[in-house]
T-cell receptor, first 115, second 114 residues
């Protein structure tokens, strides 16, 4: 069964500190992995996308890593800001035929950044 | 770019009533998705359209749920009759067809069925 598991479920850090969120998946055959940020009351917004051959992808203070051998990804947030408080969702895409798109969503990590 | 537009933002209705959720995708996007989000189950795909044609509706929970996409700029998700367990946030998302294209989500409709 294709699954995406994220840890921790929730995390509280102080403003200015760094943090790392984890995503483990069993999706196969793997197409790509994407991290989304979801602010309270809003829809998810894509942060990064990584394909099989990519190990690291950065977007400002966000850096995602991917180890396709161990099927693990991480999202590192540097110098956290209050606006980073949100749910971070890992989404893995399955290679599929035709026009169908098969995505498996993790349950998210709820990050709270305190002043 | 106005993004994906959903209406209404909030809907409160009584059990048994019909509910219609609306979505306007980003212009030029040819894929449209309806998702449901709850605390217990996270984001679940309900139905996926490509070029206005339903491709995968296996996530539609019951016959009470139906979705249409009459043209490239409008889609509806209808629940008839609604039940309390349908209470959730319903998101519409659109994208270009290539698999690496990101999903662009609307801000959702929070549905409460009493």
């Amino acid at each position: 069964k294709n699954q995406v598991e994220q840890s921790p479920q929730s995390l509280i850090i102080l403003e200015g500190k760094n943090c790392t969120l984890q995503c483990n998946y069993t999706v196969s055959p793997f197409s790509n992995l994407r991290w989304y940020k979801q602010d309270t009351g809003r829809g998810p917004v894509s942060l990064t996308i990584m394909t099989f051959s990519e190990n690291t992808k950065s977007n400002g203070r966000y850096t995602a890593t991917l180890d396709a051998d161990t099927k693990q990804s991480s999202l590192h947030i540097t110098a956290s800001q209050l606006s980073d408080s949100a749910s971070y969702i890992c989404v893995v895409s399955l290679i599929s035929s035709g026009s169908a798109r098969q995505l498996t969503f993790g349950s998210g990590t709820q990050l709270t950044v305190l002043p | 770019d106005a993004g994906v537009i959903q209406s209404p933002r909030h809907e409160v209705t009584e059990m048994g009533q019909e509910v219609t959720l609306r979505c306007k995708p980003i212009s030029g996007h040819n894929s449209l998705f309806w998702y449901r989000q709850t605390m217990m189950r996270g984001l679940e795909l309900l139905i996926y359209f490509n070029n206005n044609v339903p491709i995968d509706d296996s996530g539609m929970p019951e016959d009470r749920f139906s979705a249409k996409m009459p043209n490239a700029s409008f889609s509806t998700l209808k629940i008839q009759p609604s039940e309390p367990r349908d209470s959730a946030v319903y998101f519409c998302a659109s994208s270009l067809t290539p698999r690496n294209s990101p999903l662009h989500f609307g801000n959702g409709t929070r549905l409460t069925v009493t």
